[in-house]
């Protein structure tokens, strides 16, 4: 069965076999007992608390994370959403900035709202996609998260992507050709298929076995459900 085919028949509700092996071949291993996957996006608020903070969370209780970068967009636009929810509901965004400043606050991060929002997010989403087993994609990502909502940089050009990579002293040269690569692009869009084939409509979510989570005020819950299921 290759990925394709069998990705269409996970999709339309493969079983628990047709999961292991496409989420084996997306990803690599299947799901540890204690594993927690986190579906975000870059241009998401709550995924840059969440992933920010999930690292030291997550080693505290011996759990293994693995982050998995979705276009958002694609899975709004599968909703009938032009854009971000947010976008439509003026008091709802005005909320959800007051609300993310005061959540960074208590979580010692740095925010400043950004002047646009939401924002192109697709090239750091193939990085994380065509290095997600590199010992520096978490710090990647993180970094990527605060140059958006803490420097108000413009991640969606390769300028401020090439200086995040060569201020963690990582080649531009050996890292921007395999993320642009097709076989990239390919599975990025595959990933964000197997997300909307979850059921995942936000982000940041987390799956723990078969439980969706969603929101960074779920983490806890996520990393509880890990270990005792329902209990």
Not at 170 to 190: F, H, Y
């Amino acid at each position: 069965m290759n990925l394709l085919n069998g990705a269409i028949k996970y999709f339309v509700g493969g079983g628990n076999q047709e999961r292991q092996n496409i989420d084996s071949q997306l990803f690599g291993a299947y799901p540890l007992n204690k594993q927690i996957d986190l579906y975000f996006d870059f241009s998401s608020p709550y995924s840059y608390l969440a992933v920010a903070r999930i690292d030291k969370m997550a080693a505290a209780h011996g759990i293994k994370i693995r982050l998995v970068p979705v276009v958002l967009g694609a899975i709004f636009n599968r909703l009938g959403w032009q854009s971000s929810p947010f976008l439509a509901q003026p008091r709802k965004l005005a909320y959800m900035w007051q609300d993310v400043k005061r959540q960074a606050n208590k979580y010692s991060l740095e925010f400043e709202e950004p002047t646009q929002f939401p924002i192109g997010s697709i090239l750091p989403a193939r990085i994380a996609t065509a290095f997600s087993d590199a010992p520096w994609i978490h710090a990647f990502c993180v970094n990527v998260f605060k140059s958006y909502f803490a420097l108000n940089k413009d991640i969606s050009t390769t300028d401020t992507i090439e200086r995040i990579l060569k201020q963690m002293d990582l080649d531009p040269q050996e890292i921007l050709p395999r993320a642009s690569s097709q076989e990239t692009k390919d599975r990025l869009k595959l990933i964000t298929e197997q997300a909307d084939s979850l059921q995942i409509f936000g982000a940041p979510t987390f799956i723990v076995h078969d439980q969706l989570f969603w929101g960074d005020d779920r983490l806890e819950d996520a990393i509880k459900f890990c270990f005792g299921g329902e209990k």
